[in-house]
């Protein structure tokens, strides 16, 4: 237990249904094989209990959470085809209590200084730990800012808009945020991160001033998406460093880095 304790952690999250999942929990089985100083942690729902003794195997530890990968909405019994008003108060409750349970989760492994994989959950964690976060798509995302997204940060977020438009490009930047940050200056992430993790309701400010910190600009992160860039254009160029990942019969194949080229056997 003491050396699992001084490992240095690489910690995946991966949440929603098994299209979400399994591309991630490959890459933290060939993490472990590949980087063998780390101590592997996988987190998702307990309803892939399927994949933890492929997991276990490649000597990754899993952790689960009881939300279900996916709610869908029932229909009242008049066949009226409407939503029950319960389902919104349902859906409130599970993402409520998961997020509950990432924290409890994330206070159970980290000790140290580890390095991270996750979902947007995993990036307000991970600025609560001071740890590294890797970004990971297993496709192409299906959503995209509000067009009038922009428009409202910048009249509402005057500082922030400035300090995200006069970041260096090796630090994040609005490119990033309009690409894939951008829920996260939702209300209710930010509801969440005041709440439950005593952070800035917004990332990259102050908690007590609201203001910029102009003093600290964290790097951009790098993205590893699941689609190669011969089938889906790379979206966008100037967006940190980028890595395609293709996972398919076993094989995990790390490309368009010169630190990452290795192809890494899953063991079956």
């Known amino acids: 237990m003491a050396s699992i304790r001084r490992q240095p952690k690489a ?21 472990a094989c590949d980087q063998v100083q780390y101590h592997v942690v996988f987190v998702t729902h307990s309803a ?13 530890s899993c952790f689960s959470v009881s939300s279900p990968p996916a709610l869908s909405p029932c229909e009242d019994n008049n066949n009226s085809g409407c939503v029950q008003p319960s389902f919104h108060q349902e859906k409130r409750k599970y993402t409520r209590e998961h997020r509950q349970e990432c924290i409890v989760i994330f206070e159970n492994i980290f000790g140290d200084v580890p390095s991270m994989e996750g979902d947007l959950e995993g990036w307000s964690l991970a600025e609560l730990f001071n ?6 798509a297993p496709y192409v995302v299906p959503y995209s800012a509000p067009s009038s997204f ?13 300090y995200l438009q006069a970041a260096p490009s090796d630090k994040i930047l609005w490119k990033d945020v309009i690409h894939w940050m951008w829920p996260l200056f939702t209300e209710d992430w930010g509801t969440w991160r005041a709440t439950e993790l005593k952070l800035s309701p917004l990332p990259f400010t102050d908690p007590v001033t609201s203001h910029p910190l102009w003093h600290s600009r964290p790097s951009s992160p790098l993205l590893l998406y699941g689609f190669s860039k011969e089938i889906v254009e790379c979206p966008g160029t100037v967006i940190g460093l980028q890595m395609f990942m293709f996972v398919a019969s076993g094989v995990f194949l790390w490309s368009g880095s010169s630190h990452a080229k290795n192809v890494q056997k899953l063991q079956s």
């Not at 999250?13 to 089985?29: L, S």
């Open 11 to 31: 910690v995946f999250m991966a949440f929603g249904t098994k299209g979400d999942v399994y591309p991630i929990a490959a890459i933290a089985a060939a993490f």
């Open 150 to 162: 922009e428009r409202i940060f910048s009249e509402e977020l005057p500082l922030l808009y400035s």
């Open 48 to 60: 892939h209990e399927d994949i933890r003794e492929h997991l276990s195997r490649n000597k990754v």
């Open 131 to 136: 740890v590294c976060c890797v970004v990971a």
